[in-house]
């Protein structure tokens, strides 16, 4: 899959699911249209912190610092869903979204964690590795007579950076990655 074939699909963000390649939030009809049920969120956080061990030292002015480790790369986002074409859509969107967040499991079995997705969000973020940590879902104002099916929905997202091979004070110092 190219990034040519994600933004073909005209949708504010895109997430996909890197162990099948599949699409969970694509719009095939483009935003702001009735077969889009999602909107640009309104703002993003995007957070990474570094962590360091701070030293006293008797007749100093100041502490010394020395670098620990860094914290993850956080995404925050507010997705709003709405009512599309089709009345299941918010409901299978979200399911789908809360799956990201269970192993995949043969009985009592672990087969595989929770998958790793891939973020598209325009020319901002264009291809982030991630792992979806939290998913808080509120449905709101109108949901289908009969079925019940929400027609509108707000999801919090919290994502956390997948970073495959990290470095440290050996590989910085030599250009070889320390085992």
Known sequence: MSLADVYAYHTPIVIIDMTNGGFVTANPGGYATPLSPMENPEEVDDEKGTDWARGKVPGTSHP????????????????????????????????????????????????????????????????????????????????????????RATVELVMEEFVEESCNRVSLLTGVSAL
């Open 64 to 151: 010394r610092y020395s670098f620990v480790a860094g914290d993850p790369r956080i995404l925050r986002m507010k997705l709003e869903f709405h009512w599309s074409a089709d009345p299941t859509a918010v409901a299978r969107i979200i399911r789908q979204l809360q799956t990201l967040q269970y192993p995949t499991r043969l009985g009592t079995v672990l087969l595989r964690p929770p998958p790793q997705v891939m973020i598209v969000f325009g020319l901002l973020y264009i291809g982030i590795k991630v792992v979806i940590t939290n998913v808080k879902v509120k449905y709101h104002k109108l949901f289908e007579p009969f079925t019940l099916y929400p027609l």
